[in-house]
């Protein structure tokens, strides 16, 4: 193949688990120990990138995720303007398409640019995945999972970058702006059945 272009890593149980591209592939590898990788047994599907990724493109292709004991990827397929999901039960060595399941593909003029987990108002933990458009709230627990739109943004492709939860429980994120503009950032509590998102001063 191509060379492999870096997209996320993360730590699951006892493995690391590589999420890149291979030229129009997205490519997951595994390890115990960090020096030696495999790939999984049954892997995600070829060519969802619509052309050979560079080592200088900027890309929003995928990125990883733990919930509920399982590793979760996000991946941007470009030929249909969807971000899809693919779980693992078995530290990433089986990878199952969601959508086989029920239709779980965001439509997206990109793909996933903030991956994080934090607890839903039901108080259970629920995959928020922050896209062009605004910030998706996706249910994993139930066999079919279901996903909603709770944060509508204006369109851009930095909106959400690399959110996280942060030390006061809050799942902080940004909008996107150009590169003169200072950021707007929120940040979202759930707490007692309610959801509060709040826009942080400069």
């Given amino acids: ?29 595994r390890s115990t120990d960090g020096v030696d990788w495999a790939q999984p047994a049954t892997p995600t ?6 052309n050979v990724v560079t080592v200088s493109e900027d890309i929003d292709a995928g990125l990883l ?8 990827v996000a991946l941007w397929h470009e030929d249909f303007g969807i971000i899809t999901f693919y779980s693992s039960a078995d530290s990433g060595d089986v990878w199952v398409d969601e959508s086989a399941v029920t239709d779980i593909d965001i439509s997206s003029g990109n ?4 991956i994080a ?5 039901d108080n259970e933990d ?12 996706v249910d994993t627990a139930p066999s079919t999972w279901t996903f909603r739109l709770i944060f509508p943004m204006s369109d851009h492709n ?9 030390h006061d429980g809050a799942l902080w ?23 509060t998102i709040e826009r942080v001063p400069n």
């Fill in 1 to 29: 193949g191509e060379e492999i272009v870096g997209l996320d890593i993360i730590a699951h149980k006892n493995y690391l688990i590589a999420l890149g591209v291979d030229a129009q592939t997205h490519f997951i590898a």
């Fill in 45 to 50: 599907p070829t060519n969802m990138l619509a």
């Fill in 65 to 72: 995720a733990n919930i509920g004991g399982e590793a979760v």
């Fill in 111 to 114: 793909g996933p640019q903030g």
């Fill in 117 to 121: 987990v934090m607890t839903g108002i």
């Fill in 126 to 137: 629920k995959l928020y995945v922050g896209t062009r458009e605004g910030l998706y709230e």
């Fill in 158 to 166: 930095d909106n959400c970058r690399r959110m996280g939860v942060m």
């Fill in 173 to 195: 994120f940004a909008q996107g702006v150009d590169d003169d503009t200072p950021p707007i950032v929120y940040r979202m509590f759930v707490s007692n059945g309610a959801r």
